[in-house]
């Protein structure tokens, strides 16, 4: 028997929970009733809202967010999609956007979306007119979805009752396998090893237009292969402060003298700016591992926490600048979101084409696709205003088309490079994503079986 204190904790506790669920589908609601009425303001048709479906109380399973990113990332090669970033709470993560296409043709596309992929099973991809009306299976004359164990109508099954929780998680664990791109812990120390190593492995991927790589110096007159390859590796002991630091306690201007030093030493060296972004955001990932005792569910929210301490006690007053002249976020506003563009987009999709049997090459070349789209890049910016950051993104889609047709785009890239060396054109914040990436697929992935 379950003593009465405990039982009492118990139900509290579910009774707690319940209020909690309540409360989130409520603000969904409301969210998604601003967003209906936002639609019907501007030049949108449709509204949609993404979000799993995942079975039992714990709704933020591994996988869970990258399913969503890869669905809304099949979309877009068809649909035009506009939204904000991915969101989270008691129900797990949601998204939801705009479009300018009619919701009976997207819905349509979601259809094959799930016909397509197994693991869509897991996905409510919910599409509304701009008269709040949802758009349903039934209204486009198709069947039913069909249930996470058998063939008959999910519906059905749920109503009825047929399948137990310990029959229906492990359908769940292996639908969400492919998207589960981390352990939940790791060590500050091997991250710290990774985070030098993705430097390097950043450097070797070629060719990079207006980058540094084993071909050229792209559209930086200033440095060399070989400077770089210095460069990254000074970074270990720099690396080896902030652990230092971090077993002692150490306020956070210790951290932040630490990575002054680290770029004094790089100048010292060969004279240039080659990793001073990267040692930033390396630091600042390396500091928030150690925070949260490297569990992964509290990283993201940890590197943030740390990016909005640093950032109220910096004088950003030149990044402001960029950031006024340009309507974009930057590095502040990228850290102080947790890095999406790295691990809402860049590693999700990197593990997919790994484990999808591309050659470590093409995997590459498409995490740089992926940023290329993803990052606000404030040197491009530097180098070639807004519309330099627009060609970025242009580009980084074509490459993303080549790469999911199976065509080799070396020497396209070989081309391009030498276009943006006449515009002197280069993505240091895409560089930089491209080797936080590396750090942590080495850092977290599943071994191989």
Not at 40 to 45: A, F, H, I, L, P
Not at 66 to 93: C, F, M, N, R, W
Not at 154 to 172: D, K, S, T, Y
Not at 346 to 373: H, K, S, T, V
Request: include cysteine.
């Amino acid at each position: 028997m379950v003593p009465s204190s405990m039982s009492s904790a118990a139900s509290a506790n579910s009774t707690t929970l319940q209020a909690g669920i309540l409360e989130a589908r409520d603000a969904r609601q409301r969210v998604l009733v601003a967003a209906l009425a936002k639609a019907r303001t501007g030049n949108q048709v449709s509204v949609l809202f993404v979000s799993t479906n995942i079975p039992g109380p714990d709704k933020h399973r591994p996988g869970s967010s990258a399913l969503i990113v890869g669905a809304l990332d099949s979309l877009q090669k068809t649909i035009p999609l506009e939204s904000d970033a991915l969101e989270s709470d008691l129900l797990g993560p949601f998204w939801i956007g705009y479009s300018t296409t009619q919701p009976a043709k997207i819905k349509q596309r979601t259809i094959e979306i799930e016909a397509a992929h197994p693991s869509a099973r897991l996905l409510d991809i919910d599409v509304y007119g701009l008269d709040g009306i949802q758009i349903s299976r039934v209204m486009l004359g198709a069947t039913p979805r069909a249930c996470l164990i058998c063939s008959e109508p999910a519906g059905e099954c749920i109503r009825l009752g047929r399948h137990q929780p310990q029959e229906i998680q492990p359908r769940v664990e292996t639908l969400l396998e492919s998207f589960q791109t981390v352990h939940k812990t790791l060590t500050p120390e091997r991250l710290a090893e990774n985070l030098a190593l993705g430097a390097h492995l950043e450097l070797r991927v070629t060719p990079k237009p207006g980058l540094v790589d084993s071909h050229d110096n792209g559209s930086h007159a200033d440095l060399t292969y070989a400077t770089m390859q210095t460069s990254a590796n000074l970074l270990p002991m720099y690396f080896a402060d902030l652990l230092n630091g971090f077993s002692q306690r150490v306020p956070l201007q210790t951290y932040v003298q630490a990575g002054l030093e680290a770029e004094s030493r790089m100048f010292t060296a060969i004279q240039s700016n080659a990793h001073k972004g990267y040692i930033f955001l390396s630091g600042l990932l390396l500091l928030a591992a150690c925070e949260c005792e490297g569990e992964m569910a509290r990283l993201r929210p940890t590197l943030a926490k740390l990016a909005g301490r640093f950032f109220a006690g910096f004088d950003s007053s030149k990044s402001a600048s960029v950031r006024l002249r340009h309507t974009v976020g930057g590095i502040q506003a990228a850290t102080e979101r947790g890095l999406p563009a790295v691990f809402e987009h860049g590693w999700p999709r990197y593990q997919e084409a790994l484990n999808e049997g591309w050659g470590e090459e093409d995997a590459a070349f498409y995490l740089m696709a992926i940023l290329m789209q993803q990052v606000e890049d404030t040197t491009a910016i530097h180098r070639g205003g807004i519309e330099g950051l627009a060609r970025l993104q242009r580009d980084g889609a074509h490459l993303q088309k080549m790469l999911e047709r199976r065509q080799s785009p070396r020497q396209w890239l070989a081309e391009l490079n030498e276009v943006y060396r006449r515009m002197g054109l280069t993505m240091g914040g895409v560089a930089d994503c491209m080797a936080l990436t590396f750090a942590l697929h080495l850092s977290f992935a599943s071994p191989k079986p």
